[in-house]
């Protein structure tokens, strides 16, 4: 697997290339230090995922994501950084990242990049437990691209205000058991792995 890292802190990049490397099925194929060499060396290397920090100089980590997702929808981009800035969890949720994780956990950085590789989001658990307050309206979000009932958009934002199978279940009068094959009809519908990745599609497709 080819990994471009991307961080102002030249120490950093060093830093990340060697805890990268100590896995024999990763290769990191090149360090940048803004935005805009992201962008320069994604069209140039073509990583399978580009590790990118937010807050730097020239050009900042979500400048360089959108510029780069729309020569390349496909790219795979997971973001590492020190800030829990709301702004930057809308921003990178809405512009179609694989992820968003905090520098103070290095040691799921090697399990995270995998996932991401495989075509899965990952999403800190403090991201993840951000995400419900983050959102001011609370109207009903539309999903008309999608074939959803009213009844499993209902379970999707509960799903996404963090709610368990029981708790949705008193909510909505049903059993228990109701609710889980309901998200696991959802989930085969949607594509989708897990109740994380879940939530991440709800707070993406109601930013747009």
């Known amino acids: 697997m080819k990994v471009l890292i991307i961080d102002d802190d030249k120490l950093v990049c060093t830093s990340l290339k060697i805890i990268l490397e100590s896995d024999p099925d990763i290769d990191v194929v090149g360090l ?3 935005g805009e060499m992201a962008v320069e060396l994604y069209d140039h290397l073509k990583p399978d995922v580009l590790l990118m920090d937010i807050r730097m100089e020239v050009m900042n980590g979500l400048e360089g994501a959108e510029k780069i997702l729309s020569k390349h929808r496909d ?3 997971l973001f590492l950084t020190t800030f829990l800035d709301d702004e930057y969890i809308i921003k990178a949720l809405s512009i179609g990242s694989k992820g968003y ?4 956990n290095f040691e799921s950085i090697i399990p995270c990049v995998k996932a991401v590789q495989l075509g899965q989001t990952v999403f800190g658990d403090e991201i993840m437990t951000k995400t419900p307050s983050l959102m001011t309206d609370k109207g009903k979000p539309k999903f008309s691209d999608f074939d959803l009932n009213e009844k499993e ?3 999707i934002t509960h799903v996404a205000n963090g709610l368990s199978n029981k708790e949705i279940a008193d909510s909505l009068y049903l059993g228990e058991g109701t609710i889980r094959n309901y998200i ?3 989930l085969e519908k949607l594509n989708l792995r897990d109740r994380t990745q879940l939530a991440i599609f709800y707070y993406k497709n109601r930013m747009k």
Do not use: F
């Open 101 to 104: 994780l905090t520098k103070q």
């Open 75 to 77: 790219a795979k981009i």
């Open 184 to 186: 696991s009809v959802i």
């Open 32 to 34: 940048g230090y803004n």
């Open 153 to 155: 958009l209902d379970i």
